[in-house]
């Protein structure tokens, strides 16, 4: 929607479930939503929920999830994964990001190692972008992704340790 300053989506989890890699959004904050899944009570929550916050993609703290949460997460702060570990009662999953676009910043999974040398440019990371209409397909990097959902009913399809 042009002009639009909210981007909001949602899914419903029934089972134990790893979500996202970890990524930070540049442009604005965003809020993300754990509730139960039932709307005539969504203080009806029985699921352990981790996720992961901290200035480094490589060195995250851990939270838990006990009970419905919103949890905010202001522009640049690196998040996820989201670990869905004990699923009692599904559980409402809603992210809202407050711009007209979703967009992410991931660390490549190809990013050189910190070099033991000192120079200043010896131990830069790469860095991508994924946001509307640039998302890979989990399953072929070759495509875009089209929300077929796959890659949450069949985690064990592209979750596969390289």
Not at 36 to 57: C, Q, R, S, V
Request: glycine share 4%.
């Amino acid at each position: 929607m042009e002009n639009a300053t909210y981007h909001v989506g949602y899914q419903v989890f029934t089972a134990a479930n790893d979500m996202e890699d970890p990524h930070i959004h540049s442009g604005a904050e965003e809020y993300i939503f754990f509730m139960g899944a039932d709307p005539m009570n969504i203080f009806d929550f029985d699921a352990e929920i981790e996720m992961f916050f901290g200035d480094d993609p490589e060195h995250l703290e851990s939270r838990l999830i006990t009970k419905p949460t919103v949890v905010r997460i202001p522009p640049n702060v690196w998040h996820c994964p989201i670990l869905f570990r004990k699923m009692n009662k599904p559980v409402l999953f809603q992210a809202a990001y407050l711009s007209g676009t979703w967009g992410t910043i991931v660390q490549a999974k190809d990013s050189p190692q910190e070099a033991e040398d000192s120079r200043p440019f010896a131990r830069t990371k790469t860095y991508n972008y994924m946001g509307d209409d640039v998302r890979r397909c989990k399953k072929d990097e070759r495509k875009r992704c089209s929300i077929c959902g796959d890659c949450f009913r069949k985690p064990e399809e592209y979750l596969k340790e390289e």
